[in-house]
């Protein structure tokens, strides 16, 4: 069963520091990985996706990292801003063909708080 | 305006009832998803739909029901039978295995 794990459930650093969020995943027969951030008491936004043949994607001020082999993502926010204070969560999507093909495995997520 | 709704924002159910949450999309998505949320847990998923007519059972579907009779819409009951069900319920809807949009969700609080 695949378990996914974000270290570290909390992080408050001031405006301005580049930061990693880290994300482990039990299982490497992955389709792809998803990272999302939440608002509080809001819906999930997506942030952005890499596929499992993929090494990392970019949005913005946003990288996320995928080792497979060693079932680890990291997502880097360079200068950080208050308004990037959220909840960020890791997702992961099992290998297509299996009968769990469309469900996602989510993290516990990291809160995350960016103070001025 | 494309996107997910959630009806209600709020939910309060006395011990014993059912109770049905609503959510709908305008996306044309054929997938769609109901997870459960509990305070410092990830999601977790309890249905899934791929097409219409048709759905299966996530991780955690005991005390839940569905149905997807249309495909813009995959309302979600809780039964008498979930005996926890305070939580922040989420749906969400993809094109096949793409991106997963998410709906702004319901609070659902037992009295």
């Given amino acids: 069963k695949q378990e996914v794990t974000q270290i570290p459930a909390a992080l408050s650093v001031p405006e301005g520091e580049n930061l990693v969020l880290n994300c482990s995943f039990t299982d490497s027969a992955i389709y792809n990985l998803q990272w999302f951030r939440q608002d509080p008491g809001k819906g999930l936004t997506s942030l952005l996706l890499i596929q499992s043949s993929q090494r990392e994607q970019t949005s913005g001020r946003l990288n996320a990292s995928l080792d497979k082999s060693s079932g680890r993502s990291t997502l880097y926010i360079a200068a950080s801003q208050p308004g990037d204070s959220a909840t960020y969560l890791c997702a992961v999507r099992p290998r297509a063909g299996g009968t769990s093909y469309g469900k996602l495995t989510f993290g516990q997520g990291t809160i995350l708080t960016v103070h001025p | ?111």
């Fill in chain 2, 1 to 111: 305006d494309g996107g997910i709704t959630q009806s209600p924002k709020y939910l309060f159910r006395k011990e014993g009832q059912n109770v049905t949450l609503s959510c709908e999309q305008n996306l044309n998505h054929d997938a769609m998803y109901w997870y459960r949320q509990d305070p410092g847990q990830g999601l977790r998923l309890i249905y899934y739909s791929q097409i219409v007519n048709d759905f299966q059972k996530g991780d955690i579907a005991e005390g839940y029901s569905v149905s997807r009779e249309k495909k813009e819409s995959f309302p979600l009951t809780v039964t008498s039978a979930q005996k926890n069900p305070t939580a922040f319920y989420l749906c969400a809807s993809s094109i096949r295995t793409d991106t997963q949009y998410f709906g702004p969700g319901t609070r659902l609080t037992v009295l």
